[in-house]
Every structure is written in C-alpha cells, then in structure tokens.
C-alpha cells in the first residue's frame, strides 16, 4: 500500500497548527495534522485557556470572599473547593479539545497522533505510541511545534518545588508561600490565581519593572495595584540558586547592582522567565534550515524556510511568542501557499495580560515612539471618571493614546483596566486601518459603556 500523499501536512496542533490546517482545507488541500495528542496544544492544554478558567474562577472567590455589602446582598463566608476549582477547568479544556477534533473532522483534515520527523523535504515520519512508524508524504511541511517553558541554569524544574506554569495551573492545594521569579504575563496571571487562593506571592524581576517592554506608565500603575491585592515585588533581583529541603525551598537572592546574597524560603518557586522555542528540538539543521542566533526559524514573507517545501510559523519564528499571532501566521502561510497576497500587520498585534484589572496594548508606547523619532502626543482617561466603570466596581487604571502629532495617526494603545482584553480591539483596527486620532475621538462609543475611555482619551488630543 502506497504511502499517503498530501498537498501539505502541518506539524503540531497548536493554535497556529491546526488553524492553519483547517484554513488550508478550507482552500482545496488535502491536509494532515501531526501531533503528540494535545489537540489545541499548549494554548488549550497548559496555557491560555486554563489559565483564564482558573484566573476566571479565582478572581469570583475573592470578590465573594471581599463582600457585595455595597450592593445590599448579605453572604456568608465562602469556603475553598481547589478540587472543584480544577475540575471546572479540565472540562473547559476538555469540551474545547473535543470542538478541535471536531473542526478537523467537519474540515476533512487528517490527525495524525505521534511524533514527527522530517528526515527529508517532503516526508515526515510519525511515530506512534505503539512503536509502529507511518510516513507522510507531502508537497509542502508546515512546522507549528510552539515553545515550552524557559529554564534557568540555577533553577532547573523539578516538577514538585521549582515549578513551570504547566505545573501552577495543576496544584492540588494552596502554597502558604509561593516565590514568583519572573514579572511577565504568565507569573503575574499565576501569581494573582494563587495570591486570591491564599498564597502569599512574592514577584521577583531582575529587571526595574514588571511587564518588560510594555508602556512604562501602564505598568508602574499596574504595580501598584497588585501590590494593594497582596503581591509584593523584588526588581532588580536575580535568583541565583535553590535548596529543596523536606518542606520547602530555600531560595537565593541577590540584588542585580550588588553583590549581598539573601535566602527567603518557600513552598514553592515558580520560574516564569518566558518561554523556549521547540525549533532546537526538531533537528532542522540537519536539513539544512537555517536560523537565528536564539534558534528561531528564519523565514520569508511566505514563511518559508531556506529549505523548498519547509515553512514555519508561530514560536518557531521571530516575533512575540502569542497564540493570536500563530494564528494569523498559520492563515497567511497557507493562503500565500495558495497564491493570495495576505499578510500579518506586527503594527497591530496586541498583547494582553489577564491580571484583575487587566493590561492590554497595541502598538508603540510612549516611549518607543519618542526613539523612533515621532512628534508624540499623548491622550489619557481614568476609568474612575467613567459611569460604567463606577457601576462595576471597577475604577483602577486608564486608557493612554500614543499619537503622531504630524498625521494625527494612532501609533499605540495602552489600557490598565476593566475588560481591557476587549477594548483593545478598538485600537488594534485604528491601527491597522491607519485610523486618526479624531477619527477615534468622533467614533460613536454605547452610553454607558467602558469604551467611552477609549473616545474621552482621544479627546484629549483632538480637541
């Protein structure tokens, strides 16, 4: 029996992964998706969607746990259920793992369950679980493998005391003290999780602020504001070791501009310093594909390799490591495979932490727009001058409009606040469609509404 043959078979399942496949299908192909067996990969698995199932959940205890006094309803004290809690979360995963099997099955895609590997262009040989080998052939290779948690030389994961966010969103009790090394999006999602649960947290970022890269102003409020809901914060600090003890972690601590070592001890370290791409896993420079001096892929506007059929996508390539960019990757490879002239606008990707009150932005910030050279001009308004937010309960943060005062264009969009996750759209299509800042300021926003920050801090440039 001959070998199967497809027009492209894609490796991984991930976001990116099985997006592009189905778009593919969607396209006339014949497609393959090859994965170990998590469908939806670490987005669905261990990352984006049980985070926010846990995030979601924890965040309802502690405002019950708070009191609704002001709203006239009496409660009595909550009570934690952690098993519960996680359960809630293996169905959400669960249920969304399957509508992945269902899409490919609708689309016609073929999984293919088993490890991949490309020992030529057009092949790719998966091994299965029960040791038998099936080879693909392909006319073209999508790799979408992803990345895996980032290890520290001094901090290697155990699993049980010095732990990946795989293993944070799996606990199956509440740490008394839970050390935080690293003030990304995924330590401060997983440190608030745990810090409403009733962990003490303590963040610990070798550089000066939380969220690095993104605007400074956001983030100097944001700080604040976990610190009043119970994180505490040690920047510019590195850990430069640990000790697991029967009960513990003993954990060692140096300030960056000094040379005083400290020991703070814990239940639990969660290193959260980002994350690794699985390019270096694959072999590929036995293929000859080349790539960076990080091990990312380097590809073309067609997202493809140096090697003819080879294409990458996701966190195998440069750029930032987020699901919604695999995605729109994934689409743009395999229509351009298909000979439309699609694109991905990096200008306008966003870029969400889901803390209470979340972090989201698009485009430059200030300060990156004053490096590149640009006339800044800056809009700003507090979500405690909005009615909706009042309503809510929710007066932290503000909207920030970064503006070339030349053209009036939205260059960036900054928002620390309620919903943020959402109102950030609006900043990423003023971008993308080169939207001015008037036009944002004369957009008719709902009355009562969030988004009218949003118009009130275009304002302030406009008028």
């Not at 593919?24 to 998590?38: I, Q």
């Not at 999006?185 to 602020?209: H, K, N, Q, T, Y």
């Not at 370290?269 to 072999?283: E, I, Q």
Request: glycine share 10%; proline share 4%; aromatic share 4%.
């Amino acid at each position: 029996m001959a070998d199967p043959s497809y027009d492209l078979v894609v490796i991984g399942a991930g976001p990116g992964g099985y997006t592009a496949a189905v778009r593919a299908a969607d396209l006339g192909m014949s497609v393959a998706c090859v994965d170990r067996g998590w469908l939806g990969g670490t987005c669905l698995q261990v990352g984006c969607i049980p985070s926010k199932a846990l995030l979601e959940s924890s965040e309802r205890f502690a405002e019950v746990q708070a009191g609704f006094d002001d709203h006239g309803i009496a409660l009595s004290q909550p009570e934690l259920d952690l098993s519960a809690m996680m359960a809630r979360k293996s169905r959400i995963v669960d249920t969304m793992t399957k509508g992945v099997a269902w899409l490919f099955a609708d689309k016609k895609v073929e999984y293919v369950e088993g490890s991949a590997h490309v020992p030529n262009p057009g092949r790719v040989d998966v091994e299965r679980a029960d040791g038998s080998t099936t080879m693909l052939r392909a006319q073209r290779i999508l790799l979408a493998t992803g990345s895996v948690p980032a290890q520290l030389p001094d901090l290697p994961f155990d699993g049980e005391r010095i732990i990946s966010s795989n293993e944070a969103l799996s606990l199956t009790r509440v740490p008394e003290r839970l050390i935080v090394v690293g003030a990304g999006a995924i330590g401060l999602e997983m440190g608030s999780v745990w810090s409403r649960l009733g962990a003490e947290v303590r963040v610990v970022e070798f550089l000066d602020s939380i969220l690095p890269g993104m605007d400074a102003e956001i983030t100097k409020q944001g700080q604040r504001v976990l610190s009043r809901q119970g994180l505490s914060f040690d920047l510019g600090t590195r850990a430069t070791g640990a000790e697991v003890f029967a009960d513990g972690v003993r954990l060692s601590l140096v300030h960056r501009d000094g040379d005083k070592e400290r020991v703070e001890e814990c239940d639990l370290v969660l290193v959260a310093v980002g994350r690794r791409s699985t390019a270096v896993d694959l072999d590929l420079d036995k293929l000859g594909v080349k790539s960076d001096d990080r091990g990312l892929v380097a590809v073309n506007g067609d997202y493809a390799t140096n090697v003819v059929g080879i294409y990458a996508i996701g966190d195998l390539v440069p750029g930032p490591m987020l699901a919604h960019k695999a995605e729109a990757e994934g689409v743009v490879a395999v229509e351009r495979m298909a000979g439309y002239g699609s694109s991905v606008n990096y200008d306008a990707m966003p870029a969400v932490v889901y803390t209470h009150p979340e972090v989201a932005a698009v485009g430059l910030s200030e300060e990156a727009a004053q490096e590149a050279g640009y006339d800044v001009q800056i809009g700003k308004h507090q979500f405690r001058a909005n009615g909706r937010a009042y309503a809510m309960d929710c007066l932290d943060g503000f909207v920030k409009v970064v503006a070339d005062a030349a053209s009036d264009r939205v260059l960036g969009m900054h928002i620390l606040g309620p919903q943020a996750s959402h109102l950030i759209a609006e900043g990423v299509l003023a971008i993308e469609l080169s939207a001015s800042v008037e036009d944002l300021a004369r957009t008719v926003h709902a009355h009562p509404s969030l988004s009218e920050v949003i118009k009130e801090a275009a304002w302030h440039i406009a008028e």
